[in-house]
């Protein structure tokens, strides 16, 4: 499984952006895909997820400002980013796994991830 990320970009703060990421098929029946993202010099962050059925989570720090949406039938999840800061600058990488355990860690799939920079 192939999972394809992009919509990233240069964008002043306050500014949005739209990421999508599209799975070449479907992988689980079930499952949750989720955006993460790594900022220079810093681990992996969980930031957003949403489930099959649309049951979404979010981290404290995008509450508010992003919003996670998926469409079943493209294999596909895009994450609505309005209001940005510099401190949101990192390449953001979707991931998918089956709709078991955390909504946080252990995807078993991964793209390549998309830089976002956003300037003060």
């Known amino acids: 499984v192939q999972l394809q990320a992009s919509g990233g970009g240069l964008v002043q703060a306050g500014g949005s952006l739209r990421l999508s990421c599209a799975a070449s098929?479907?992988?689980?029946?079930?499952?949750?895909m989720g955006w993460f993202r790594q900022a220079p010099g810093k681990e992996r962050e969980f930031v957003a997820a949403?489930?099959?059925?649309?049951?979404?989570y979010y981290a404290d720090s995008v509450k508010g400002r992003f919003t996670i949406s998926r469409d079943n039938a493209k294999n596909s999840v895009y994450l609505q980013m309005n209001s940005l800061k510099p401190e949101d600058t990192a390449v953001y990488f979707c991931?998918?796994?089956?709709?078991?355990?955390?909504?946080?860690?252990?995807?078993?799939?991964w793209g390549q991830g998309t830089l976002v920079t956003v300037s003060s």
């Open positions: 991931a998918v796994k089956p709709y078991s355990g955390t909504y946080y860690s252990n995807y078993d799939y």
């Open positions: 098929r479907r992988t689980f029946s079930s499952y949750i």
């Open positions: 949403i489930s099959w059925r649309g049951n979404t």
